[in-house]
Nanobody
Framework: QVQLVESGGGLVQAGGSLRLSCTASGGTSSIYIIGWFRQAPGKEREFVAAITWSGGTTYYADSVKGRFTISRDNAKNTMYLQMNSLKPEDTAVYYC?????????????????????WGQGTQVTVSS
């Protein structure tokens, strides 16, 4: 079993920055991809970004391209999401997720049901 623990959320003004962290423990050798989803009140959980655990290939939602950067430090079993130029519409609970399966089509990594393990979430609030 893989356990995921997020940290780094908080309150920031529009235009500001935050860095989220997700530390994995347990069966980390089974992880193929790890990423972030977010869920705003009354909305569906949506894909934000993901990175392959070993190769470092990255995927981003169009809404965050150019503003957010995902990275990982395998030695620390930790994945990061650097969020710059934050907007009020980025306000949500951010969840770390890990998947163990390889898919030929990258689109599948944007689907929450393709991820096997989830963290508890961390709140990000961007004030206008």
């Amino acid at each position: 079993q893989v356990q995921l623990v997020e940290s780094g959320g908080g309150l920031v003004q529009a235009g500001g920055s935050l860095r989220l962290s997700c530390t994995a423990s347990g069966g980390t050798s089974s992880i193929y991809i790890i990423g972030w989803f977010r869920q705003a009140p009354g909305k569906e959980r949506e894909f934000v970004a993901a990175i392959t655990w070993s190769g470092g290939t990255t995927y981003y939602a169009d809404s965050v391209k150019g503003r957010f950067t995902i990275s990982r430090d395998n030695a620390k079993n930790t994945m990061y999401l650097q969020m710059n130029s934050l907007k009020p519409e980025d306000t949500a609970v951010y969840y770390c997720a890990a998947g163990i399966w390889l898919y030929r089509t990258p689109y599948y990594y944007t689907l929450k049901d393709k991820y096997n393990y989830w963290g508890q979430g961390t709140q990000v609030t961007v004030s206008s």
